[in-house]
């Protein structure tokens, strides 16, 4: 072998290269779909890989799908056929309802739109390749938009199946209905795409990347959260009240007015109603699909002036400084410092992470309305007056105890299930450090835990003070509530390290994995348990209340035992099963 | 101070380290070459305890890393190839979280942990979120964060990889002056030069196994190898067709 490869290599090289720029028409010039390439073979492998339990994960999922499909079907179609049989305004209510279901899909879309094309556009990991190599402004644009299409439409996608079902049908729409449904949805879906990624666009423009995301995710939930509140507000059950209306013509006056007649969801409800109706109206067809060229046109157009400034500024790393060791963080350390330095550090790191994440904390906003509109919900439940009895003001409270349950696990699953999983990168550290899991879980236990145990006796108390319940009811509501946050807590925490998402960044996905899932097929499952095992000590005391019987002490100890038993059970076993997976996990 | 005794590592039918056997004494400063793939990542992972081995054993400053693997751990510090940390923490809260890991705390480490951000030229940017911080500067902090706890051995994976001349040349010193008190630091590289400036000896690892070990004088001498340098020898245990490949490639 030659000392110096490169003495051999020169007889063998080709030419030297011409240091003359090629002719534009010699340039390089990758398809559209070429881009998309690599997200479609990652979908191939990722649907090709033998992962354990994959066939099960299928399954279960779509058995919920299919579910889900069937209760949206089920609900929408028995609330048509009705309408059909109400002369006059069964077919303008329906058309109302489509509508308005058309406007709030819209709406998500346009906000999920602004959201995506964001990571698409500007944050992802193929986009340095990409800007790097000879591709041409509008593949770019062409390959990012139908990125974001497809990840921000999908669930309104899968929603619209049965609502379109349902329409066809309940009002015998045909066989050409569905394929009215696609042409009207197509543009539909494009144009708040377009329209969301040049909001980011020039948001991108005005603000860092980081910065951007940090202002969309407030707005994002501040959106959302004053929908429900404002929707909730407005107690919309009134409505359905006879004494609201002054007279029916007044009424269908309002039905036939369109709400919002520049809006493309409306063309696609009077479109729909339309043909249901026998009377098809073309320009509205031609009304979407030219809006949707025409706003595509000016998004490509904008995105050619304004992307490569945004794709550059979007590199700007976001430099925030933190105040050190502030007020705060002493307090925080002379707080925990009973627990030792390891476990201190732990709990301030998880607090630290998830109030500098713009991200995390705005979702408490969200959780604030959620709450409102709970008690909200509870105060306004009739039960004063006539034939409201005994049982019903003190079943109510006992049934709110599932309602509060199903809260709690959602919160959970949002906040608690993910922390393992956000772990993943950093697991390098943890496991080459004299750190035992059991320290790791036991911060994010409690970091977890704490907060949801004040939320859940803040909520069971205000409204059993609003139901004004009796004290052994009180009783049983608040010590069943601090047990079931236990349990809800322990099964997150071990949900979400059996089924760990590693490499998930994005805390709010976590959730929506299959762990996330069986997490809460299993959070339900507990929940209706203490709720069973509870009943007939529940049902025992109210009828020896009411009925001036003698209450059977056994049965109570019996029914209340089994209950805490199975919350004890479900915080701890899944918490050790917790310690022993993430002990053998190697990263 | 670290003891390989048939250390494998086994991934389904893949063995990624094939039965190695290693001692690296007290103060030396041990390097470990090889091509991609070689296994290095996966011996050094292993003896900072992330990963556990199919068979074998490793014993760090004594201690039985599958026996009392907190013990073991808590003589050791690791550096990732890869510089991923908290991005919502500052470089002076990580490393003050990475010293209460191994249970230390206050003024010393607190004074060490300024001495080592000043030393990598981080001292501006310790209140900075680290998701501001470049490539390379992540890699300053995690190095620092190696040496806030003062550990018996060093385990770095990489560690020239992101570093501008002035911090590699700081992390060179920082090593031999680490050594030269008595502490053990063991790391891969492939920057060869780097690998024979620096360390006391090295073993060359291929497809999981050792295939040369010592001095540079005694991977001389053992391959005949006169007066060439490293990186002959080198490509002389692992890449005899390189030449090759590259005509291949570059007339196809």
């Known amino acids: 072998m030659s000392s110096t490869p490169s003495a051999d290599l020169v007889a063998v090289l080709p030419p030297r290269a011409s240091g003359g720029t090629r002719a534009v028409a010699e340039l390089p010039d990758p398809p559209l779909l070429h881009l998309l390439l690599p997200k479609w073979l990652t979908a191939l492998a990722r649907a090709r890989e033998g992962e354990k339990g994959r066939t099960a994960r299928y399954v279960v999922l779509g058995l919920v799908g299919v579910l889900f499909w069937a209760f949206v079907f089920g609900v929408l179609y028995r609330l048509l056929t009705y309408f059909r049989g109400v002369e006059e305004i069964g077919a303008l209510l329906a058309g109302k309802l489509l509508g308005l279901m058309l406007l709030g899909f819209s709406s998500i879309l346009l906000l999920s739109n602004v959201i995506t094309s964001l990571s698409s556009f500007f944050l992802a990991k193929d986009l340095d390749m990409l800007v790097a190599a000879p591709v041409d402004w509008l593949r770019l644009y062409g390959a990012k938009l139908l990125e974001t299409v497809v990840a921000s439409s999908w669930m309104v996608l899968l929603i619209s199946i049965p609502l379109f079902s349902a329409y066809g049908l309940a009002y015998d729409g045909g066989f050409a209905f569905p394929l009215l449904v696609v042409a009207m949805m197509v543009p539909l879906f494009i144009i708040p795409a377009v329209v969301g990624s040049a909001v980011t666009l020039i948001l991108v423009n005005v603000f860092p990347a980081h910065r951007t995301r940090d202002i969309l995710s407030v707005i994002a939930v501040l959106t959302a959260g004053g929908i429900v509140l404002l929707f909730r507000l407005i107690r919309p059950e009134r409505l359905a009240r006879p004494e609201g209306f002054r007279s029916l013509v007044d009424f269908i006056a309002v039905l036939r007015t369109p709400s919002s007649p520049f809006l493309p969801s409306e063309w696609v409800a009077e479109g729909t109603m339309g043909f249901l109706g026998g009377e098809f109206d073309w320009l509205l067809l031609y009304l979407l699909w030219t809006t949707a060229l025409a706003v595509l046109v000016l998004g490509a157009l904008l995105h050619r002036g304004l992307y490569m400034t945004g794709f550059s500024k979007a590199q700007e790393s976001a430099q925030r400084f933190v105040q050190a060791d502030g007020a705060l963080s002493r307090f925080g350390r002379r707080l925990l410092s009973p627990f030792g330095i390891l476990r201190r550090e732990l709990v301030m790191k998880e607090l630290r992470l998830f109030f500098r994440d713009t991200a995390q904390w705005s979702q408490l906003i969200l959780l604030a309305v959620l709450v409102v509109v709970y008690v909200f919900n509870i105060k306004y439940l009739p039960l004063r007056g006539e034939g409201i009895t005994f049982f019903l003001v003190n079943v109510v409270p006992f049934l709110n105890l599932v309602l509060a349950g199903f809260v709690l696990a959602s919160i959970a699953a949002r906040f608690i299930f993910p922390g393992v999983s956000l772990e993943g990168r950093t697991l390098w550290l943890l496991r080459s450090s004299p750190m035992a899991v059991r320290d790791l879980l036991w911060a994010k236990f409690w970091v977890g835990t704490l907060p949801l145990l004040i939320l859940a006796l803040g909520i069971v108390g205000v409204t059993d003070w609003l139901l004004q319940v009796s004290d052994f009811m009180f009783l049983v509501s608040v010590m069943s509530i601090t047990l079931l946050t236990f349990a809800l807590s322990g099964l997150a925490i071990g949900f979400g390290t059996m089924f760990p998402q590693f490499e998930t960044e994005n805390a709010a996905q976590i959730p929506t994995s299959f762990g996330g899932l069986l997490y809460m097929m299993a959070s339900v499952s507990v929940i209706g348990g203490v709720v069973v095992l509870e009943a007939r000590p529940v049902y025992g005391y109210l009828s020896a209340k009411a009925y001036g019987t003698a209450a059977d002490p056994t049965e109570m100890v019996i029914g209340f035992g089994l209950a805490a038993l199975l919350c004890v059970v479900a915080t701890v076993v899944p918490i050790r099963m917790a310690l022993t997976r993430l002990e053998a996990v190697e990263r | ?252």
């Open chain 2, 1 to 252: 101070m670290i003891e390989l005794l048939n250390l494998t590592k086994r991934y389904g039918g893949f063995t990624a380290v094939d039965g190695i056997d290693l001692n690296v004494p007290r103060g030396e400063l041990f390097g470990f070459l090889g091509p991609n793939g070689a296994g290095k990542t996966t011996t050094l992972r292993m003896i900072a305890g992330i990963l556990k081995p199919t068979s074998g054993s490793i014993r760090v400053a004594g201690v039985d890393m599958r026996a009392d693997p907190m013990t073991a751990k808590s003589r050791l510090g690791f550096i990732p190839d890869r510089p991923f940390i908290y991005e919502k923490l500052t470089g002076a809260e990580f490393l003050r979280f990475v010293a209460g890991l191994y249970d230390q705390e206050g003024k010393e480490v607190e004074h060490r942990a300024r001495e080592l951000l000043a030393l990598f030229d981080l001292e501006e940017w310790r209140d900075e979120l680290v998701e501001s911080y470049s490539h390379g500067m992540r890699q300053k902090l995690i190095i620092s964060s190696a040496f806030v706890h003062r550990p018996e051995v060093i385990v770095v994976d990489e560690p020239m990889v992101g570093l501008d001349p002035k911090a590699a040349r700081i992390l060179k010193d920082l090593f031999r002056e680490y050594t030269r008190r008595g502490h053990t630091i063991i790391f891969s590289t492939h920057t060869l030069e780097v690998a024979e400036s620096l360390c006391d000896r090295l073993a060359i690892i291929v497809n999981g196994k050792i295939r040369a070990y010592g001095t540079m004088e005694d991977l001389r001498r053992d391959l005949e190898g006169g007066e060439r340098g490293l990186e002959e020898i080198f490509l002389r245990l692992t890449g005899e067709n390189a030449a090759r490949n590259l005509v291949d490639v570059l007339d196809a």
